[in-house]
């Protein structure tokens, strides 16, 4: 069983390493007919990776800007007459 290592994005714990199991299936794709195989870590493909490509990793999201406070305005005794 082939292995490998992937990098895990941080969510509620730290962001690590984690090695995964993956299996190479051999199989007919159910667009184009053709025989083909896939590794996956997952359950059995469907589909070979000329009629659905493997997706993207997907890019880490900064989290918000926070906003800049407002000044602090003070009001005189003179403004309160």
């Known amino acids: 069983m082939a292995s490998k290592l992937i990098d895990v994005r941080e969510y509620t714990v730290r962001a690590h390493k984690r090695e995964i199991h993956t299996r190479v299936f051999h199989f007919i794709c159910k667009q184009c007919n053709e025989s083909t195989k896939r590794e996956t870590f997952g359950p059995r493909p469907l589909y070979c990776e000329q009629c659905r490509p493997p997706q993207a990793p997907k890019k880490p999201q ?20």
């Open 62 to 81: 900064q989290p918000a800007a926070k906003a800049k406070p407002r000044p602090m305005t003070y009001k005189s005794k003179s403004d309160l007459d």
